[in-house]
C-alpha cells in the first residue's frame, strides 16, 4: 500500500521533470534568439505601457491622499491619547512616590516599635530618638542631624541649584548608607522623607513661581529646568505651558478691541501676542525636553488649543463686523495677518493653518458672498440710469492713468472699478482655497450684468421676462438706437475679454505673479498660462454670445416683419414676378438692400466702439447676415409656398431668388465676414430653389444668365447703396470675393449651389 502510494506521489514529479526539460530545451538550441523569444512573450505595447504607469501613478496620488485624509481624521484621537499617557505616568509616579515614602515610615515605625534588647540596655535610644553622645558622634551621623535643616535653609533663600545638588548628594549617601548598614532603618525612613517633603516643596515653589507674569524667559527655563531634575517631568511640561498662557492672557489685558474700528490692528496685535507665546513655548519645549513624543504631543493639543482660542476672539471682534457689512478687504486682512503670523511656526513642527482655516474660511466667504451682491446691485442700479454712451473712466478714477483706458458706458465702468478694488487684495483668498470660488461668484456677476444688458434691448422684456425673477433691479435704461446696442456688446465683450481676465489673474499662484507690470501690456500671455482662468475667460465669452445672439435675433425680427407682424421677406415677392412682364429692373430685394446699410451702419459704428478688437465686431456682423440667411433658409412656410404655392417659381423668380443670395455673398465677402455658415445657407436656399423650379419641368440653368452678369448688378448695387461713383469698384473685387463668384459657375456646373 505504502509503495503504491510512493510511486502515485512520484509520478507527477516525473512528469514535472519531463516538462520542464522540454520547456529547457528551446533555450538550448543553437538558434535560440533571446531577442525574439522576450518579444513573443511580451504582448503589450508601448500605448498599454504609458496607460499601465499613468494608472499606477493616479494609483499613488490616490493613495497618498488618503493616507493624508486618514493622519487629518485620526491625529486628534492620538494627540489626545498620548496626553491621557502622559497625564497618567505623572499620576503613577507621583503615587509610586507616596507610596514608597508611606512604606518607609510604616518600616521605620515598625523597627522603632522592635528594638534589640541589647541596644535598649547599651542606652542606644533615648524617648524613641537618637542619643549618641556628642563626643562619639561620626561625622556622617552628624551630617544626617543637620541635614534637614540644611535642606530648610537652602529653600527658605530660594538657593534652587544648591538645593538641587544638596538632594543629590543625599540620595547618594543614602544609597551607599543603606547598602553599609551604616544607619538603622529608622534614620534612613526619616532622611528620605525629608528629602521627599523637601523635594515636593521645592517642586511647589518652582511651579508657582514659573506661573507668575513677571518671571522672565532665563528663569522660567531654569525653574522648569530644576523641576524635571527632580523627577516629576510631566509635571514640568505641563507648567511650562502653563506659565506661557498666563503670560499672554496677563499681556492681553492691554488690548481692547472695542478701542478701535480697524480690526487688522487687533488682530494683529493679538496674533503677535498668541503664536509669539506658541513658539517660545515650542522652542522651551524643544529645549528642555527634546522631541520625546508625549511632550511633543502635549505641546501640539496645548498649541490647538490656543490657536483654537485665538480664532473665536478674531471672529468676535474683527471678522464677524466685516464680513457681515460685505467687507471683503478688512475681512481677508484680517485673515492673512493671521495665517501669516501662523505660518512662520511651521518652521517648528506647529502646522496651524488648518484650525485658523476652519474657523476663517465660513467668514471670510461670507465676506466674498456680501462682496459680489454688492457689485451686482450697485451695477443693477447704474443701468437703470445708463444713457449707453462709451466715454472714458472719469478723470478721478484711480484707474484713469492706468492701463485701464478703454471706453465703456457709465454702468461697465462702475462694474469694473469695483471688480477692480475686489481683486486689490487677493493673497487670504489664495491661502484660504478661495480663489476658484472668488471666480465662481465674478463669473454669477458678470452673468447677471449681461442679463442687465439683454433687458436693455428693444423688444426684449417680454421675451425674456421669466428670466429675470430673481433679478433685484428689474428697471434699466432702454438702448434705442443701433449705437446705443452696439454699446451693450462694447461694454460685455470688453469686460469678457480684457477687463475681467487681466484683474483676475491677481488670483494666479505667486510664481506666476512676479512681472506683473510686464504681464499687465501683455494679457493674453498672462491668460494663457492658467487653465482654470483660460475656461474661465471661456465661459464669460459664451455669456457674451448670448447677448449677441439676442442683438442679431432683434435686428433680424425688424428687418424680416413689420409692426403689424407681416413678413418682408415672403414667397409672393419671387413668385408674383413672372406675372408682372419681362420689363424688370434687376436690382436687390429690398429687405436684402436694407440688410446691406445695416450692416454697413455697424460696421462704421463698430469701427470706433471696438478699437484692437475689429475681430470681434467681423463675427457680430458675420452673425447677424447668418441669421437672417438661416432663418429664411429655415422658413417652411417660404418654401412650402414656393414648392407647392398658388403658382409656382416662375424663371423671373429664380433669377431675382438667385440674385439677391449673390448680393449676400458678394456684400459679406467685401466686408470680410463670409462664414461657412452663411455660404451654407445661401447654397441650400438655391439649391431648394433650384429643385423647385426644375419640378416644374424646365431648365433652371437656361433661365440664368451668366456670372458675370450677377457679379456686375451686385457691384452696382453696393456701389450705389454705400453712395459710391459708378465704376470705383476696387475694393469689391477682393480674394474672397472672386471665390464666391467662381462658387455660382461651381453650382451651375454640379447643379447644386
Given at each position: ?7 502515485s ?18 533555450f538550448?538550441?543553437?538558434k535560440?534568439?533571446?531577442d ?69 515610615l510604616i ?31 561620626s ?16 529653600l ?12 543629590d ?29 523637601r ?16 518671571t ?6 531654569s ?35 472695542c ?33 520625546e ?17 485665538f ?54 466667504e ?27 473712466p ?57 442679463d442687465?444688458l ?22 434699466v435704461q ?34 506666476q ?48 416683419f ?50 484692437g478688437?475689429?475681430r ?85 440653368y ?19 447703396l ?22 455660382v ?9
Open positions: 500500500m505504502a509503495a503504491k502510494t510512493a510511486r506521489k512520484s509520478t507527477p514529479t516525473k512528469e514535472n521533470g519531463v516538462r520542464v526539460e522540454e520547456g529547457l530545451s528551446l538550448k538550441s543553437d535560440f534568439d533571446a525574439a523569444y522576450v518579444q513573443s512573450k511580451c504582448s503589450i505595447n508601448e500605448k498599454d505601457i504609458k496607460q499601465l504607469c499613468s494608472y499606477l501613478l493616479d494609483l499613488k496620488r490616490a493613495s497618498a491622499e488618503e493616507m493624508r485624509r486618514s493622519v487629518y481624521a485620526n491625529y486628534p484621537a492620538f494627540i489626545r491619547t498620548s496626553k491621557e499617557i502622559s497625564d497618567l505616568e505623572g499620576e503613577l509616579s507621583s503615587i509610586r512616590n507616596l507610596l514608597s515614602t508611606q512604606a518607609t518600616h521605620g515605625l515598625a523597627n522603632g516599635v522592635n528594638i534589640d534588647d541589647d541596644k535598649v540596655s547599651d542606652g542606644s535610644l533615648a524617648n524613641g530618638s537618637l542619643n549618641f553622645e556628642d563626643n562619639d558622634l561625622d556622617l551621623e552628624k551630617w544626617a542631624t543637620e541635614y534637614p535643616d540644611q535642606l530648610d535653609a537652602l527658605a533663600e530660594r538657593r534652587v541649584d544648591e538645593a538641587l545638588a544638596a538632594f548628594e543625599g540620595e547618594i549617601l543614602i544609597s551607599q548608607a543603606n547598602e553599609k548598614h551604616t544607619f538603622s532603618s529608622s534614620v534612613l525612613s526619616s532622611l528620605q522623607y525629608a528629602i521627599a517633603e523635594k515636593q516643596k521645592l517642586a511647589d515653589q518652582l511651579a508657582k513661581a514659573a506661573c507668575q507674569p513677571s522672565r524667559g532665563g528663569e522660567l527655563r525653574a522648569i529646568a530644576a523641576l524635571k531634575r527632580l523627577g516629576d517631568g510631566p509635571r514640568a511640561h505641563t507648567v511650562l505651558l502653563d506659565a506661557h498662557y498666563q503670560r499672554y492672557q496677563y499681556n492681553m489685558q492691554t488690548l481692547r478691541p478701542s478701535t474700528s480697524y480690526g487688522g490692528a487687533y488682530t494683529a496685535a493679538l496674533s503677535q501676542l498668541v503664536f509669539s507665546a506658541i513658539s517660545q513655548a515650542s522652542s522651551d519645549s524643544l529645549g528642555i525636553f527634546g522631541k513624543p508625549a511632550y511633543s504631543s502635549e505641546l501640539v493639543t496645548w498649541a490647538t488649543k490656543q490657536t483654537e482660542a480664532s473665536l476672539l478674531v471672529k468676535r471682534h474683527a471678522l464677524a463686523s466685516s464680513a457681515a457689512a460685505g467687507g471683503l478687504r478688512a475681512a481677508a486682512e484680517c485673515a492673512q495677518i493671521a495665517l501669516g503670523h501662523c505660518s512662520l511656526l511651521e518652521a517648528r513642527g506647529l502646522a496651524l493653518g488648518p484650525v485658523l482655516l476652519k474657523h476663517f474660511k465660513p467668514i471670510v461670507q465676506a466674498l458672498e456680501a462682496n459680489l451682491k454688492r457689485i451686482e446691485e450697485n451695477t443693477a442700479a447704474m443701468a437703470a440710469a445708463d444713457d449707453w454712451v462709451l466715454t472714458y472719469p478723470a478721478g478714477s484711480r484707474h484713469a492713468s492706468t492701463a485701464f483706458q478703454n471706453k465703456l458706458t457709465s454702468s461697465a465702468h462702475r462694474f469694473n472699478l469695483m471688480v477692480q478694488d475686489f481683486f486689490e487684495d487677493v493673497g487670504p483668498l489664495l491661502s484660504m482655497q478661495l480663489g476658484s470660488k472668488a471666480l465662481e461668484g465674478l463669473f454669477r456677476v458678470f452673468n447677471s450684468y449681461v442687465v439683454m433687458r436693455a434691448l428693444p423688444g426684449s422684456i417680454e421675451e425674456e421676462e421669466a428670466n429675470f425673477e430673481g433679478f433685484g433691479n428689474k428697471i432702454m438702448a434705442e438706437t443701433e449705437a446705443h446696442q452696439l454699446a451693450l456688446l462694447a461694454n460685455a465683450s470688453l469686460l469678457a475679454d480684457e477687463l475681467l481676465p487681466r484683474a483676475a489673474m491677481k488670483l494666479a499662484p505667486l510664481d505673479t512676479s512681472h506683473r507690470t510686464d504681464d499687465l501690456r501683455r494679457p493674453s500671455d498672462r491668460q494663457n498660462r492658467n487653465p482654470e482662468q483660460r475656461e474661465w475667460k471661456r465661459r464669460l465669452l459664451s455669456t457674451v454670445d448670448k447677448l449677441k445672439d439676442a442683438f442679431c435675433r432683434q435686428h433680424a425680427l425688424d428687418l424680416i413689420t409692426d403689424e407682424g407681416d413678413s418682408h421677406l415672403s414667397a409672393d415677392m419671387y413668385i408674383n414676378m413672372d406675372g408682372n412682364g419681362d420689363d424688370v429692373d434687376w436690382f436687390p430685394s429690398s429687405i436684402f438692400q436694407e440688410l446691406f446699410g445695416k450692416l454697413n451702419r455697424m460696421a462704421s459704428l463698430a469701427a470706433d466702439m471696438f478699437v478688437r475689429e470681434f465686431a467681423t463675427s457680430l456682423l458675420m452673425r447677424l447676415t447668418e441669421t437672417v440667411i438661416l432663418w429664411l433658409s429655415g422658413d417652411q412656410s417660404f418654401w412650402d409656398d414656393i414648392e407647392e404655392g398658388p403658382r409656382p417659381l416662375g424663371p423671373l423668380g429664380l433669377r431675382q431668388l438667385y440674385l439677391d443670395m449673390k448680393f449676400v455673398i458678394c456684400f459679406a465677402s467685401q466686408g470680410r465676414y463670409l462664414s461657412r455658415n452663411l455660404h451654407r445657407g445661401t447654397n441650400e436656399i438655391i439649391s431648394k430653389a433650384l429643385a423647385a423650379f426644375t419640378a416644374t419641368g424646365l431648365d433652371p437656361s433661365e440664368l444668365p451668366e456670372d458675370d452678369w450677377f457679379n456686375e448688378i451686385c457691384v452696382d448695387a453696393m456701389e450705389r454705400s453712395g459710391k461713383a459708378k465704376g470705383n469698384n476696387g475694393e469689391v473685387h477682393s480674394p474672397t470675393a472672386s471665390v464666391s463668384a467662381q462658387s459657375s461651381s453650382a451651375r456646373s454640379h447643379g447644386s449651389y
